[in-house]
């Protein structure tokens, strides 16, 4: 499976722009022979544009979503929609199944998309970021877990702070995914975290992790980018710096359970 994570810039508050940085670099991706393709968290609106998020608030048949849907179709390729801020109470009113987690109120919402542009999962972020964040009261955390199917392999999500939670990606991991993604809007000065954190998730889980960050600044924050894949070993194969680049890369999601039979740590956890 090819992979490719799309570190684009993502202005404040620029919606239109910043989906056609989202078209243009998954039409690249395509073009370099990628299976999927990530984008970073909150790519449409940008995660440090707080003031923006009512404004810009989409249910999951919105314009956002819909276009990303439409270009995983036409370029024939899985994209995981980095995540965008959902109004819960415009998908609730148009879409039953859809399951959210609240009647009313925005949450932070990732979907994959299949080849063919049909919603394969929908992941809203656990944990909301309190720390000079606006986050925690402008947003409804989720409650299950996104996984899909796709080209034979079962892929989870999670985003951003997410990372520091162990817990959530055991229970992902027990869930049968072999690969997650992790769209993130992840600042300076925390780069040591931002690897450590990721490669940690999965050496820990022995599975494949693929962070995706965004680039670029905001008011009162820089995104560090490094959009890097892991792999069951914790071994990166692939990373970038800090400003917009499409990292593509080549995995093989059989390799998680080989590597889990050389060195069973995971078949040795007790409890």
């Not at 964040?133 to 947003?139: I, V």
């Amino acid at each position: 499976m090819r992979l490719a994570l799309a570190q684009i810039d993502v202005e404040g508050g620029q919606v239109a722009a910043n989906r056609e940085r989202a078209a243009d670099a998954i039409a690249a991706a395509a073009d370099r022979g990628a299976d999927v393709v990530a984008l970073p968290e909150i790519f449409n609106v940008g995660y440090f544009a707080f003031e923006t998020y009512q404004r810009n608030a989409e249910p999951l048949s919105g314009p956002t979503l819909s276009r990303v849907s439409d270009l995983a179709a036409e370029h024939g390729v899985g994209v995981l929609a980095g995540s965008i801020v959902e109004d819960l109470e415009a998908t609730s009113a148009d879409d039953p199944d859809a399951d959210p987690p609240a009647e009313e109120g925005l949450a932070n919402t990732t979907v994959f998309f299949d080849r063919d542009g049909r919603r394969q999962a929908v992941y809203r972020k656990h944990h909301l970021f309190g720390y000079e964040s606006a986050e925690t009261e402008l947003l409804v955390p989720g409650e299950s877990l996104g996984l899909a199917e796709f080209d034979g392999a079962t892929v989870g999500m999670t985003t951003c702070y997410d990372l520091r939670f162990p817990e959530l990606y055991r229970s992902i991991a027990e869930a049968g995914a072999t690969l997650v993604f992790v769209p993130s809007a992840w600042p300076y000065p925390r780069v040591e975290h931002w690897q450590v954190l990721s490669r940690a998730r999965a050496i820990e889980n022995q599975f494949f992790v693929a962070t995706v960050n965004g680039s670029g600044s905001f008011d009162d924050a820089t995104l560090l980018g490094r959009s890097t894949v892991f792999d069951p070993w914790g071994t990166t194969l692939a990373s970038t710096g800090d400003e917009p680049d499409l990292v593509v890369t080549d995995i093989d999601v059989d390799r998680v359970e080989r590597v889990r039979e050389e060195f069973p740590a995971w078949h040795d956890r007790r409890g």
